[in-house]
């Protein structure tokens, strides 16, 4: 059963405009959720982290909201380039567990 | 510089072969970890190590082998009863298993079976 849910497979954006990437829960001990950004045949980085006691983060270009009551995360990124293409993860956990992947979100930004 | 190396980068196995893929991290980090990635998948945890000398399994260790015999060395066996290996390998490590620790990640291995 998938704890971590990343229900939209791709995304289209154009050069300049905002990219919205979301991120379902289900698990209510998680407590740490990370968004991770992934190029073909190389490991993911880490782009952005969010604590369960905060709902919003930022860093630079890139923006995570929280929202606990709805189990839902999300990602901005605002302006998209188009060096933001690439597959972006959703990870959660808590407590002394390894980290849980959502299945990936591939973000396509148009020049 | 410090980082996680995974080696080789492709690997090629036959049918029937065990195959090891190897991990090495200088980070000093406690705890290391095998996630394996399908298309559409995303990534799966295979096994985790919090220290030196234990391990645990993950979502889907069968058909895998793993060994922590040092701090900076993870090494996964692919054996011949893991039906359907071919799949990108990501081995990580973390300062520790608290929630805030972020992973790092090694480039991965790339395993064929031919």
């Known amino acids: 059963d998938q704890q971590v849910k990343q229900n939209s497979p791709s995304l289209s954006v154009q050069e300049g405009r905002i990219s919205i990437l979301n991120c379902d829960y289900t698990n209510s001990m998680f407590d740490y959720f990370l968004w991770y950004k992934k190029y073909p045949a190389e490991g993911p980085t880490f782009l952005i982290s969010?604590?369960?006691?905060?709902d919003k983060n930022e860093d630079g270009r890139f923006t995570v909201f929280l929202n606990k009551s709805a189990k839902h995360l999300s990602l901005h990124i605002v302006p998209s380039q188009p060096g933001d293409s690439a597959v972006y993860f959703c990870?959660?956990?808590?407590?002394?567990?390894?980290?849980?992947f959502g299945k990936g979100t591939r973000l396509s930004v148009i020049a | 510089d410090g980082g996680i190396t995974q080696s080789p980068k492709y690997l090629f196995r036959k049918e029937g072969q065990n195959v090891t893929l190897s991990c090495e991290q200088n980070l000093n980090h406690d705890a290391m970890y095998w996630y394996r990635q399908d298309p559409g998948q995303g990534l799966r945890l295979i096994y985790y190590?919090?220290?030196?000398?234990?391990?645990q399994k993950g979502d889907i260790a069968e058909g895998y082998s793993v060994s922590r015999e040092k701090k900076e060395s993870f090494p996964l066996t692919v054996t011949s009863a893991q039906k359907n290996p071919t799949a990108f390998y990501l081995c990580a490590s973390s300062l520790g298993t608290d929630s805030f620790y972020g992973y790092t990640f090694g480039s991965g291995t790339r395993l064929t079976v031919v």
């Open positions: 190590s919090q220290i030196v000398n234990d391990f």
């Open positions: 969010i604590s369960s006691i905060k």
């Open positions: 990870a959660a956990n808590g407590g002394n567990t390894p980290l849980v």
